[in-house]
């Protein structure tokens, strides 16, 4: 078992940056890959990024905005968020799996509790 708790959530501004932090513990955690997801009320859980090593892979609607990246050393892994949107209002969860990473969110094995963001215009 992998578990995982998410912080950093909050309430900010349109053009505002937040990082959240997942940390981890259970199993090793540099054998996992990391990802980020997020849901919306009333929507699915989306894919926003994932990383295995050093380099991350984005969805289009965050690309040059957020930033993921891991400490194995902390068992953390973050995701710097930048000109946030009100759209990127939501439920912001952390998730693991075994290699290779996937996008779609029930192919991801451990997840956390979630921790909401929300941007006002």
């Known amino acids: 078992q992998v578990q995982l708790v998410e912080s950093g959530g909050g309430l900010v501004q349109a053009g505002d940056s937040l990082r959240l932090s997942c940390a981890a513990s259970?199993?090793?955690?540099?054998?996992?890959?990391m990802g980020w997801f997020r849901q919306a009320p009333g929507k699915e859980r989306e894919f926003v990024a994932a990383i295995v090593w050093s380099e991350g892979t984005y969805a289009d609607s965050v690309k040059g905005r957020f930033t993921i990246s891991r400490d194995n050393a902390k068992n953390t892994v973050y995701l710097q968020m930048g000109f946030l949107k009100p759209e990127d209002t939501a439920a912001y969860y952390c998730a693991a799996r075994r290699t290779p990473i996937v996008t779609i969110w029930r192919n991801w094995t451990f997840w956390g509790q979630g921790t909401q963001v929300t941007v006002s215009s």
């Open positions: 259970g199993r090793t955690f540099s054998n996992y890959a």
